[in-house]
């Protein structure tokens, strides 16, 4: 079950999004502070994030980390994964541990820009 986290973590850090749908469910909700996303909305910012900034990785414990005129790194996060039996992210949470610069929202903010939601 552990792997799934580790999938979805490697996923993003080699910028493979197909393979990150391999390790979700359909209904995989992505959920930071207090904002709630289907997966696929989740993934179309992570696609536009990685985009813009092709250095884009997780840091773990760290968050979403990118270079941008000087570095840009989200509040430390806590990764919590909800899997079901056949192996599979049905519920991925992301908290910060202090702050609230989490998940692409606050990755969003760091860079002049606006909350996803």
């Known amino acids: 079950m552990v792997a799934a986290g580790f999938n979805w973590i490697d996923s993003l850090n080699t910028h493979d999004p197909e393979r990150l749908k391999t390790v979700v469910t ?16 989740y993934l179309e910012e992570v696609n536009k994030i990685s985009g813009a900034f092709p250095d884009f990785h997780i840091d773990c414990p760290n968050g979403f980390k990118v270079e941008y005129d000087k570095q840009q790194r989200n509040d430390p ?34 860079i002049g820009g606006f909350p996803i939601l």
């Open 77 to 110: 996060e806590t990764y919590y994964f909800y899997v079901n039996d056949e192996g599979k992210v049905w519920d991925f949470q992301i908290e910060a541990k202090e702050g609230d610069m989490t998940g692409p929202a606050g990755l969003y903010q760091q």
């Open 26 to 41: 359909e209904s995989c909700m992505v959920v930071f502070a207090e904002q709630e996303l289907p997966f696929s909305a």
